[in-house]
Nanobody, 119 residues
């Protein structure tokens, strides 16, 4: 099993910056992709950014050029640097890990952290 612990959420003014961190523990072997999703109450959870074990990144169009996803040297943590924040970025942000071993695939989620951007 993989456990994901998120930190760094909070309140920030429009145009400001915030950095989210996610630490993976447990059976961390064979994690292929880690990423960040966000969700507003009553709305569908959506991908914000992802990064593979070989550091290939992918971003939602709405955050491209403003957010940056990265991993540490041990590849057991992932961070999301959020710049030029807008009120529409307000949501609960979830860390995600995709683990693959041959034909087997597993998906894990963090508990979520609130990000609020004031106008």
């Amino acid at each position: 099993q993989v456990q994901l612990m998120e930190s760094g959420g909070g309140l920030v003014q429009s145009g400001g910056s915030l950095r989210l961190s996610c630490a993976a523990s447990g059976s961390i072997f064979s994690i292929a992709v880690m990423g960040w999703y966000r969700q507003v109450l009553g709305k569908q959870r959506e991908l914000v950014a992802s990064i593979t074990s070989s550091s290939i990144t992918n971003y939602a169009d709405s955050v491209k050029g403003r957010f940056t996803i990265s991993r540490d040297n041990a590849q057991n943590t992932v961070s999301l640097q959020m710049n030029s924040l807008r009120p529409e970025d307000t949501a609960v942000y979830y860390c995600n890990a995709d683990k693959r071993r041959g034909i087997w695939q597993f998906n894990y989620w963090g508990q979520g952290t609130q990000v609020t951007v004031s106008s």
